[in-house]
């Protein structure tokens, strides 16, 4: 089966799916945190737009309330917050540029074919539609670490593990067919206390040592111990 043979609904999910890859690429580019968190906030409305048509294509009518919960936490509430604790923490004009941007390009590059390689052999043939949403939501959870993993600001790191968030979700609401609405709700919850607990922890960082540069949280480090 190919593409042009799958229903309107899930050709359409692919394309928001890659939509959704593609502002993972847009935020591990960003220099700016502000146009990180908007990068954030338009990839929690493609999430919520996939939610939506899961449940307008399936009988579980919850997860319209899904959809809604996505959209007011992940593309509302949460770069809300966000946008407000980098405008109070002074860091709206921060710009951190990539190092090495082509290395980076070329590195979320080889993620996203590590996993159309490595969910190829995980369903047959004829689940076309299921291995490409579970290989570009797998890609999104890998490009999230490597954000993690590259940036060296606080704040972005906290995007990466969010962005990480929405690839799992993806998978989950679109692979098997939406999960139960108690465990969305744990996870919504579970992902706003971590938000608040973040924010926290930031004010807290900032009042120490002025920064939240992990960088400069290492070396101190390293410097307290060769003290000690």
């Not at 997860?63 to 809604?68: G, I, N, T, V």
């Not at 159309?116 to 290989?135: D, G």
């Amino acid at each position: 089966m190919s593409l042009e043979q799958l229903p309107m609904l899930q050709q359409l999910m692919l394309v928001l799916a890659a939509m959704v890859l593609f502002t993972s690429f847009v935020l591990l580019e960003q220099a700016r945190l502000l146009a990180a968190i908007h990068a954030f906030a338009w990839q929690g409305v493609l999430v919520a737009l996939v939610t939506a048509i899961v449940a307008s294509s399936s009988e579980h009518l919850h997860l319209f309330f899904s959809a809604a919960l996505t959209l007011g936490l992940k593309a509302l509430l949460i770069p809300w917050m966000l946008h407000r604790l980098v405008c109070r923490l002074e860091l709206d004009r921060h710009r951190e540029p990539l190092r090495r941007p082509a290395l980076v390009i070329m590195a979320a590059l080889a993620l996203v074919i590590f996993s159309y390689w490595t969910v190829a052999p995980m369903v047959q043939q004829e689940l076309l539609f299921t291995r490409n949403i579970v290989a570009v939501s797998l890609a999104v959870v890998l490009i999230g670490l490597l954000m993690m993993v590259i940036r060296a600001q606080a704040v972005a790191q906290v995007l990466g593990f969010m962005s990480m968030e929405n690839g799992l979700f993806l998978a989950a609401v679109s692979a098997t067919g939406g999960m139960p609405l108690v465990v969305e709700l744990g996870v919504a919850f579970d992902v706003l206390v971590a938000m608040v607990l973040f924010g926290v922890f930031f004010f807290q960082i900032r009042e120490s040592i002025d920064s939240l540069d992990v960088d400069r949280m290492n070396r101190l480090t390293e410097h307290v111990e060769e003290k000690l």
